[in-house]
């Protein structure tokens, strides 16, 4: 089982942008850090794309498709290790890296 994302993980675009998330748990903390929502959309910042000379290639926001099924916090399934995100406008897959391993969901 892959494990709940929380605030202190790592999210980037696929160029190496960091993704920021709109809002994380304010009831739930894992290891003292909040857990992370299905909540869109993300804020890609500093993605090394949008400084070429074409900015459609770059990412300026990300969305998560995907998310746990039974678990959830305030009535939003909470994001996992193993959940998909798309960067926009580039259509990319974002990176999660860095994740807890101590609670685990499907």
């Not at 994380?24 to 400084?51: E, F, H, K, Q, Y």
């Not at 990412?59 to 995100?85: K, W, Y």
């Amino acid at each position: 089982m892959p494990g709940v994302l929380t605030s202190k993980a790592v999210v980037m675009c696929s160029h190496g942008g960091v993704c920021q998330p709109p809002m994380a748990s304010p009831r739930v903390r894992i290891s003292g850090a909040p857990a992370l929502m299905l909540r869109n959309p993300w804020i890609v910042a500093g993605c090394p794309a949008l400084t070429g000379g074409n900015p459609s290639q770059g990412c300026m926001t990300a969305s998560f498709q995907s998310a746990a099924v039974r678990v959830m916090a305030s009535g939003q399934p909470l994001l996992l290790q193993s959940s998909v995100a798309i960067a926009m406008p580039s259509g990319l897959p974002v990176t999660v890296a860095g994740t807890q391993a101590r609670v685990m969901a499907k």
